[in-house]
């Protein structure tokens, strides 16, 4: 499977440093797990709910990795990433599913596109194209053939078409939403508040309904001034300080791979499993 990071120069890895994009990371979780099959292995094997903080950093490693390691430090973070979903299975779905996996890394890359262009947007057609084909990586290292990639932006706009509309919110899927914008730590609502309300602005408004998010006249007012807002300033901030989760997180890879603890479980973690998991868990006990 080919995990090679993009080049140096990639538009993919000017739209990837940028800690903007980041704003897009409960657009992204919300569109995987409306996916029934996507949102119930969430539901019924994710421990997002406790460790909310450690699956950011686990996916923050993921994507930076692959796309700013070494070819040999994504290549271990693809196989440390596939290892851990091989158990992932249950009634229905099928974490290595390469369907599920395109749409997983077919959210990251809407999701960094979409704030890219709404904080920074100074990328031209063709470099838009190039950073889409080097988004490929995403998919092929989580273990997707790499022809369920869209050749092309105009392939992909219309595969996410096709796949949004088809996308059915389960209970399942409500539970983790509430789960994921609703944390038992008072530290971390603040953050889940602000990822929550940027992710309903930028969701279709069916979706968003169905996820129960709530949303009117107002609240879009203040989205678009906050996008407004966004776009006059971060652009001027130094580049330093817009690249320095990505620094810091290349950094901990690197700390983390040295004492070999990518992805290591914490003492005493068990698995969540609810649902037809735990039913399957008990039957085999």
Same mark, same amino acid.
């Given at each position: 499977m080919d995990t090679l990071p993009p080049p140096e120069d990639s538009a993919l890895r $000017? +739209?990837?440093r940028e800690a903007a994009v980041l704003g897009g990371a409960g657009y992204a979780i919300l569109l995987q797990v409306a996916h029934p099959a996507v949102g119930q292995g969430v539901h019924d094997h994710s421990d997002f709910a406790s460790r909310p903080l450690d699956r950011l950093r686990g996916? #923050?490693?993921? +994507?930076?990795?692959?796309?700013?390691?070494? &070819?040999?430090?994504?290549a271990r973070i693809s196989a440390i990433v596939r290892a851990l979903h091989t158990r992932v299975t249950g009634p229905g779905y099928r974490a290595l599913d390469p369907q599920l996996l395109l749409w997983v890394a077919a959210t990251l890359y809407r999701a960094a596109e979409t704030v890219y262009d709404l904080a920074v947007g100074d990328l031209t057609d063709a470099e838009k194209d190039e950073a889409y084909a080097h988004s490929a990586v995403l998919a092929t290292a989580l273990g997707c053939p &790499?022809?369920?990639? &869209?050749?092309?932006?105009?392939?992909f706009d219309r595969y996410w078409a096709r796949t949004v509309a088809? *996308?059915?919110?389960? &209970?399942?899927?409500r539970t983790v939403v509430r789960e994921l914008l609703h944390p038992a730590s008072p530290l971390l609502r603040p953050a889940a508040r602000v990822q929550g309300f940027v992710a %309903?602005? *930028?969701l279709p408004p069916g979706l968003r309904e169905e996820l129960g998010l709530a949303w009117d006249a107002r609240r879009?007012?203040?989205?678009?001034?906050?996008? %407004? *807002?966004? $776009?006059a300033v971060y652009p001027r901030l130094p580049l330093r300080l /817009?690249?320095?989760? /990505?620094?810091? #997180? *290349?950094?901990?890879?690197r700390? /983390?791979?040295a004492r070999n603890r990518l992805y290591r479980r914490p003492r005493g973690w068990r698995p969540v499993l609810r649902g037809a998991a735990a039913e399957a868990r008990q039957r085999s006990a």
């Open positions: $000017r +739209v990837s996916t #923050l490693t993921f +994507v930076y990795g692959v796309v700013f390691g070494t &070819p040999a430090e994504a &790499p022809e369920y990639w &869209p050749p092309s932006r105009a392939d088809s *996308l059915r919110v389960t &209970p399942a899927a %309903a602005g *930028l879009q007012r203040h989205f678009d001034r906050m996008c %407004a *807002l966004v $776009r /817009r690249t320095s989760v /990505r620094d810091a #997180l *290349l950094w901990d890879i700390r /983390r791979t």
